[in-house]
C-alpha cells in the first residue's frame, strides 16, 4: 500500500572492464531475461520533476520515498529511463543529497532515495543497528517501482527501464547498497555505487556487478581503508575513486572540492553500466582529472 503526496595504461583495463560489461554483466529485458543491447546515454541535460510517497505507510516499516526524475515541458519525455535506488547514511535525509541525485535525474535517470525508518533524521526511534535492516527495504522499494511502472495513469507508467537498477548511497546509505548485493538477487540490480561506505555480512555474493567505490582519503569516520577492503572482496568489474586529502562527504556538495569529479565519475559508471554507453566507459579514467587535476584518482580493475 502507497500513500502519495505532491510534489592505469588504463586505455587497455577500461577495455577490459567494456568488454566484461558488454557480453557478461549485459542489463537483461525484464521480460524475456534476454541481454538488451547497448545503448547510448541521452546528450544534455532534462528538467528535474519530483515527487513523494510513502510505501507501506500502515507498516512496521512505512518508508517515505522521493523521486527525482526527468522532465520536458512539465512532463516525462517519451521513452524509459534506468533507476537508481539511493540511500542515505545515518541521521541523513534524501533531500539533503539533492545536489547529487538532481544532477543524475538531469542526465536522464529516475532516482528514487528512501529515509530508513531508524536511521533517518528526526527518526522517533533512532538505531544505527537498523542499518542491516535496510537491504531489504532497497528491494521492497525495487518491486514497488517495478509494479509502478504498469500502473495505469500514474505519471511514471511506462517510462521506468524496471530491468536496469543500479543502487548507491552514502555512508551507512554505502553499506546499504553492498548489502544488496547479495547470493539470489534479481538481475534487476545491475550495478552500485558505494560512498564512503564498506560491505556487510553477505555482501558482493551471487552473480559478479560492476561496482564504483567513493571514499575520501582523510575520512574519520569511515577510514579509507574500510572501503579499499570492501573493494578487494569484490568479484567483478569494480573501480575505486579516491578522494584526496577529503573527509567523509564534503566532496558531495557542489562546489567543493572533488564534487566535479564524483559527479562526471559516477555519471559515466551509470551511464556505462545502465545504458551501456561505450564512450561513457572510455571516459572514466579522464573523469578523475576534469576540471582540475589532483583532487581524486580512479582506479579499475577486473577479477577473473
Do not use: N
Amino acid at each position: 500500500m502507497v500513500t502519495y503526496r505532491g510534489t592505469v595504461g588504463a586505455k587497455r583495463l577500461v577495455a577490459v572492464l567494456l568488454t566484461a560489461l558488454l557480453a557478461g554483466c549485459a542489463p537483461a529485458t525484464a521480460a524475456t531475461g534476454e541481454q538488451a543491447p547497448p545503448r547510448r546515454a541521452p546528450e544534455g541535460t532534462y528538467a528535474v520533476g519530483v515527487r513523494t510517497f510513502t510505501l507501506d505507510p500502515a507498516s512496521a516499516r512505512p518508508l517515505p520515498v522521493t523521486v527525482w526524475y526527468p522532465t520536458r515541458d512539465g512532463a516525462v519525455p517519451p521513452g524509459r529511463f534506468p533507476v537508481v535506488i539511493y540511500s542515505h547514511g545515518l541521521d541523513s535525509l534524501p533531500e539533503l543529497h539533492a545536489g547529487l541525485t538532481t544532477r543524475w535525474a538531469a542526465a536522464g535517470f529516475v532516482v528514487a532515495a528512501p529515509a530508513y525508518p531508524h536511521t533517518r533524521r528526526g527518526a522517533a526511534r533512532f538505531t544505527r543497528a537498523d542499518v542491516r535492516h535496510q537491504p531489504a527495504d532497497g528491494w521492497r522499494l525495487i518491486r514497488h517501482l517495478v509494479r509502478l511502472d504498469s500502473r495505469r495513469g500514474d505519471p511514471l507508467m511506462g517510462h521506468l527501464d524496471v530491468g536496469r537498477f543500479a543502487a548507491a548511497g552514502h555512508s551507512a546509505g554505502g553499506f546499504t547498497t553492498a548489502g544488496m548485493f547479495t547470493s539470489g538477487r534479481s538481475p534487476r540490480l545491475r550495478a552500485g555505487v558505494i560512498i564512503a561506505g564498506g560491505g556487510l555480512a553477505g555482501s558482493f555474493a551471487g552473480p559478479a556487478a560492476p561496482l564504483l567505490f567513493v571514499h575520501g582519503t582523510a575520512d574519520p569516520i569511515v577510514p579509507v581503508t574500510v572501503g579499499r577492503a570492501a573493494y578487494a572482496r569484490t568479484t567483478g568489474p569494480a573501480a575505486f575513486l579516491s578522494v584526496l586529502d577529503q573527509g567523509h562527504g564534503e566532496y558531495l556538495t557542489p562546489g567543493r572540492p572533488g564534487f566535479a569529479q564524483v559527479l562526471a565519475t559516477t555519471l559515466d559508471f551509470l551511464r556505462w553500466t545502465l545504458y551501456g554507453d561505450p564512450d561513457a566507459a572510455r571516459r572514466l579514467p579522464s573523469d578523475a582529472t576534469a576540471p582540475t587535476p589532483g583532487l581524486t584518482h580512479y582506479t579499475a580493475r577486473q577479477t577473473p
